[in-house]
């Protein structure tokens, strides 16, 4: 396998991360870069640590993929991660690399050169393309934000320095997808008309609404939620349909953090799953003043911190096609509203939305909502 461990310029060199001490490294270097930037968010460590192990997180299993560090002598600047989804390309019929988790010092030239070092390792590999910032599947961080820094960070997004967008357009890189995010208020002249269309929709359709309280009551549904994803995310970008052991792994990484209360379950008269939405107060606040250390008191601030913001974040939603137009998605809103307003909150993040996702932009807009952010994927063809 090539590997890049000779690429060197001036007092620059990359070596790919081959030890428990090396990931370590990867793992803590962006906290480092990031010190003085108010707006970033650690990331959850002892995720961290489980999503780059290559025999814990089984998505290794059907991915290509190199670690690597740029270090200036003993001093690591910057790291990035390759991947090259062997599934997704198989299943579209590409030949696609990605790079993600790029971070770097404000130097062009270490963002060059560990850009080219993936380039090289993707075109050993036979790649045509190159794209990112982009893991594993769309269920990780995905894009890079150009608009909307002054914006409050929320969970499972990312934030990067204004500058690394250009550093990216200067190294031939342009735009593959955008993706947009709107803050849309929780009290809003809309909310009265959106009800009476729920409940239209559930008289007329034998529909079933779920409301959960505990973890318990929602803990059987976490996985017929991510089956019914596999067939209502099909044609979104850079997704690929979850093997069952995925579904598991995502239920116990993300149980014990949701709130009950903004996850919302329609059955259909047959009780089958009809449509859903997750969605969780926002806890990026308690991260950060966590330093995104759980223990010993981290749990502490991120529950706080759910306890006292007044934002809801939207993490995930779907409808089987079956039932599409039939008001699901006024049931879904309006429920979701009402808790809210029961639990104080008083505006909702979007999170990430194609550009192109021209109904669900349209939804937030009918709801007053106010495009706030834009992320990018960045594209570029490879060449010998």
Not at 102 to 116: K, P, V
Not at 151 to 173: K, M
Request: glycine content about 6%.
């Amino acid at each position: 396998m090539l590997i890049l461990s000779k690429f060197l310029i001036m007092n620059l060199f990359i070596r790919e991360v081959k030890n428990k001490k090396d990931l370590k490294t990867f793992i803590y270097l962006p906290e480092k870069i990031h010190k003085d930037q108010p707006g970033w968010v650690h990331p959850l460590y002892g995720d961290d640590f489980h999503f780059f192990d290559r025999d814990k997180n089984k998505s290794f299993q059907s991915s290509e993929v190199v670690l690597l560090l740029a270090w200036e002598g003993s001093k690591a600047v910057g790291r990035i991660m390759g991947i090259i989804n062997t599934r997704y390309n198989e299943l579209r019929g590409e030949k696609n690399a990605r790079f993600c988790f790029l971070e770097c010092y404000n130097d062009f030239i270490i963002a060059q050169t560990l850009i080219q070092s993936v380039e090289a390792w993707a075109l050993s590999k036979e790649m045509t393309h190159l794209i990112g910032p982009l893991g594993f599947s769309d269920k990780e961080p995905q894009g890079m934000l150009t608009e909307g820094f002054e914006q409050e960070v929320v969970i499972a997004t990312n934030y990067n320095f204004p500058w690394l967008p250009d550093f990216l357009h200067v190294l031939g890189f342009s735009k593959e997808v955008e993706l947009v995010s709107y803050l849309l208020p929780v009290e809003n002249p809309s909310s009265a008309r959106m009800s009476a269309i729920a409940e239209r929709a559930l008289a007329g359709n034998n529909f079933q609404l779920l409301n959960f309280s505990s973890r318990k009551e929602l803990r059987p549904w976490v996985v017929p939620i991510f089956r019914l994803i596999n067939e209502a995310y099909v044609n979104i970008y850079g997704f690929v349909a979850l093997e069952e052991y995925e579904m598991q792994a995502y239920a116990r990484r993300y149980l014990p953090i949701l709130d009950p209360r903004f996850v919302k379950v329609v059955l259909d008269a047959e009780g089958k799953l009809a449509a859903f939405v997750v969605s969780m107060p926002e806890i990026s606040a308690g991260i950060r003043k966590a330093r995104g250390r759980i223990m010993p008191f981290g749990w502490y601030h991120i529950l706080k911190a759910g306890k006292k913001t007044t934002l809801l974040t939207l993490l995930l939603g779907g409808i089987a096609d079956r039932h599409r137009g039939k008001g699901l998605d006024a049931i879904l809103s309006a429920s979701l509203l009402n808790s809210a307003r029961q639990a104080g909150l008083t505006a909702i993040d979007s999170h990430l939305i194609l550009e192109t996702n021209r109904l669900m932009r349209a939804e937030c807009e009918r709801h007053h909502g106010v495009l706030h952010k834009r992320y990018r994927v960045f594209g570029k063809e490879l060449k010998e």
